[in-house]
């Protein structure tokens, strides 16, 4: 399914997991945030998906990354490693934070993001016959 998908389905999938991660937190506190498992591992799965998103965009179409360093998609992508690979030890704090301090601020780029991706991806309009 990898080999299907194009850019603006990946970062389609940013999207969707930023807003899903935030609806989960959705007013809660941070005491509460930390003693509710589901929660936070409904949030962390998102964060999963957000980075395994960005690093598909980095594998696909590292130019179209490049054309916007405003969004961190190394530091993501390493964020989701580092959630991936260190799940036993995990600092909600820090968890807490990415997703109230993060995530709202990407939110904001990434739908003028997608739109350039969807852009790119139609390409130019095919020639018209002659008449």
């Given at each position: ?29 941070e ?35 490049a ?5 961190p998609?190394?530091?993501?992508r390493a ?13 909600l ?16 780029m ?8 969807r ?13």
């Open positions: 399914m990898k080999d299907t998908l194009r850019l603006p389905d990946y970062l389609e999938h940013m999207l969707q997991a930023a807003n899903q991660a935030l609806e989960f937190v959705d007013g809660m506190d005491t509460a945030f930390a003693a509710d498992r589901r929660t936070q591992q409904a949030a962390i799965f998102n964060l999963l998906v957000l980075g395994e998103a960005a690093g598909n965009v980095l594998a696909v179409d590292p130019v179209f990354a054309q916007h360093p405003e969004l998609w190394r530091v993501i964020t989701r490693n580092r959630l991936m690979h260190g799940y036993f030890d995990l600092n704090t820090v968890v807490w934070g990415t997703i109230q301090n993060e995530l709202p601020a990407l939110l904001q990434l739908p003028t993001m997608l739109a350039a991706a852009a790119q991806s139609a390409g130019p309009p095919p020639p018209t016959a002659a008449s």
